[in-house]
Structures are given as C-alpha cells and as structure tokens.
C-alpha cells in the first residue's frame, strides 16, 4: 500500500497512462493524490479527466490555476487564450459530467502519515498561514465553487490584487487572495506579498522576494508541504518539502512522489514526456 502525489498532467493523457503502468498502481491497494493543473496546454484534458474518475475512491485531486481557469472559460468568464487547449473538453459530449466533476475537487488537502503532518496544495501555502488556517480557507473556496454562485465567483476570481494576506479581507477579495495563495504562488516578501510575473526558479527571485518556502518562520513550516506549479523549480524531496512539477508539458518528465508509512523516505518515480508546448 502507497500513496502516490503526482505533479502537473496539464492533459498529457499517455504520460499519466503510462506512468500509472510503471509504478503498478492498483485502485484496491494504492491512494493518488493529482497536485493540481489536471488539464490545459496537453493534447488531452478530457482524457485525464475520465482517466482519474476511472478511478473512483482511490484517486484525489486538487485544483491548480489551470483547472480554475476551465472553470472560468466553461462559465462565460473569460476566453481561452492562444495557448489553451480546453476545447476537448468543452466540446465534449460529456462536457456538463467533467466540469461537474471537477469544481468539486479539493483547494488542499491533509494527512497524517507516521504521525506527521503532510500539507498538499497546488503552488504554495502563504507564511502567515498555519496548516489548520490553511485547510479552513481551501474549505472556503471549496464551498463556492461547489455552490450555486460558482458562475458568480470565477467573474471576480482573476486578479493580482490584494497581493498580500490580512484575516481582515472579505467577500470576493478574500477569496481571490486564497485561490492566488494556494494555485499560483512562488515567490513572496517576509511579509507575505506575493509576485505573480516571475516564472523562474528558486535562484532568481525577484528584488526583496524569496521562494516562498524560504520564508523564516512560516506558520505551517512544521508540516511537510507538497506541491506542483514550478516547473523551473523542478523535483525537491527535502525535509519538509516536496516538488514534483518537472514540466511534462514542456517535454519534461512526468514525477510521481511514492510515500510509505513515514515521511522520511520518499521515492521519485518518472517517466519522459513528449513536448506539448514549448515555454514562452
């Protein structure tokens, strides 16, 4: 029995595939938790998307910027852009089942493994935010966009602004803040000011930011934290950490994180990936 925590698919459909044959994962024995970015720049977002239902109970997902944009193109809020590749999906047969599907997927999830804590989110957790804090402000936006006013929400849900966290922020604010923290942050200030323009990895931050898991004194530092989102940053297994994004899109590797009874060892398993997109 393992769990297995998978990186960015973003719609290659046979690299998933084939990375499931070759760790033999089995429904009845195993748990996947997707880190987010389902779907979006591959050649088969629809695919993965059945391919994990498939899967029932034993597979678990959270919801990355790409997914969230899905959301927003499939209720009128936005276009897809030049380099989107959602149409599988919107045009599918099915279409009303995967979109469904997906808006009730989670914004975080928990798990204690050896008696410790292990935090999954798509991009980052924000250093003013606890792991608990953490878990009640996914649950937050979970419930919109499990709700009837999803259409209302992906409306206000782009955005940079406010680029910093404060227990004071309300309504669509509030929760734009959440979705910004929790699917597209990398770097931040010491005091939690996030960066969206950046893309590069953890080396070149930009002036007075920092990755923001290099953040001193972050509140849910105690937990180990695993994420997608950075490509540039690539696989990390430390301590505390783990970063499983290696650009499968971009004719990366496509990483699975296999974790055992405890969170000391972690084995990086990946299988090469046909370029989809090229960066830039």
């Not at 979006?40 to 109970?57: F, T, Y």
């Amino acid at each position: 029995m393992a769990l297995y925590l998978i990186g960015d698919v973003q719609g290659c459909d046979d690299a998933l595939q084939r990375l499931l044959d070759h760790i033999d994962f089995s429904p009845s024995r195993d748990t996947l938790v997707l880190l987010g970015d389902l779907v979006n720049r591959g050649p088969d977002s629809a695919g993965v998307l059945r391919r994990v239902q498939r899967l029932g109970g034993a597979a678990r997902s959270l919801l990355g910027n790409h997914d969230l944009h899905l959301l927003g193109v499939a209720h009128g809020a936005r276009k897809s852009g030049r380099k989107d590749t959602l149409d599988g999906i919107l045009e599918a047969p099915d279409r009303d089942a995967l979109i469904d599907w997906l808006r009730h997927q989670s914004m975080a999830l928990h798990q204690t493994i050896g008696g410790r804590d292990l935090l999954m989110v798509h991009a980052g957790v924000l250093p003013q935010w606890s792991i608990g804090q953490t878990l009640v402000l996914a649950a937050e936006v979970e419930s919109v966009l499990r709700g009837p006013t999803l259409g209302e929400f992906v409306r206000t849900m782009y955005g940079n602004e406010p680029a910093q966290w404060s227990d004071a922020l309300t309504g669509h604010a509030r929760l734009r803040a959440v979705v910004n923290g929790l699917t597209r942050l990398r770097f931040c200030t010491a005091d939690g000011v996030m960066d969206f323009d950046t893309k590069d990895s953890a080396d070149a931050p930009p002036p007075g930011y920092m990755p923001w898991f290099d953040v001193p004194d972050r509140r849910a530092a105690a937990a180990t934290i695993a994420f997608g989102h950075w490509s540039t940053l690539g696989w990390i297994a430390r301590p505390g950490l783990i970063s499983t994004d290696t650009g499968c899109v971009w004719g990366g590797c496509l990483s699975a994180a296999r974790i055992g009874d405890t969170l000391d060892a972690i084995e990086h398993v990946e299988v090469r990936c046909d370029q989809a997109q090229k960066p830039g």
